[in-house]
């Protein structure tokens, strides 16, 4: 499968692993409205590519993602109000979790991320990040408000955290170690060279997995984060039942006993 060429994206295929990475470098990959718009179309060209098992989301150059392009806002005689009617509708689509993907998602920061550069690291299924990374929200430094982004990330992180993130604003960066002391993240990639390496590592290991199991898993779990304990149990019920009769709930096990890799259904299949 083939995919778009854009103009602030690139999309690629390392065997089983698809790649999305932000290609604004000069700009810290700070998001511009052709930016958010190529997020729409690039997500689901992965999603629908059936050789793509396990997607990861990095930034080109010195900084993994730095909101929204603040220049553009200050110069376009439009700011913040072309989004105004997305925004107050919920009706989002840059993230994997607005989209709907179904594949495992790793978000793996390079560099900076700052704003709304937040949205892939909350949204993301698992997070890691560079010795070097250096993480910040400027919202309220440039007199905007730190909510989409942090609101999400009390998911992940002590409340106390996340508060004090969003009210020092760019004064203050917490660093890849305190991230991870924090939850933000899983993994912290020393040295920052290796980033790519390791997140291309940990993808594979990913996609050796069933990916119908794999989304089904995903659907239920990230279902729990919106209910009470007792419903996400309930309809996780449904997830569970999901695999039983499915083909790779029987080639799991007899691969295992021919000890040999399993022959998985493809995703989407």
Known sequence: MSYSTFQCLKLERHGPVGWLLNNRPQQLNAMSATMR??????WLELEADPEVRVIVHTGEGSAFQTGADVTELATDGQGMQRYRASVESFDLHFTSWHQQVSKPV?????GICAGGGFHW???????????????????VSVGQVAAFEMIALLRKMPAEAVMRMALVGRHERMGAQRAYELGMISQVVDPPERLRDEAQALAEKIARNSPAAMAATKRALWRALEVG??????LGAADLVSMWGHPDQEEGPRAFAEKRPPQWVPPGG
């Open 106 to 110: 790793i978000t793996a920061v390079n």
């Open 121 to 139: 690291v909350a949204d993301a299924d698992i997070c890691i990040a560079a010795s070097d990374a250096q993480f910040m929200d400027p919202h």
């Open 229 to 234: 304990l007792t419903e996400a149990c309930k």
């Open 37 to 42: 718009d190529e997020f729409a179309v690039a």
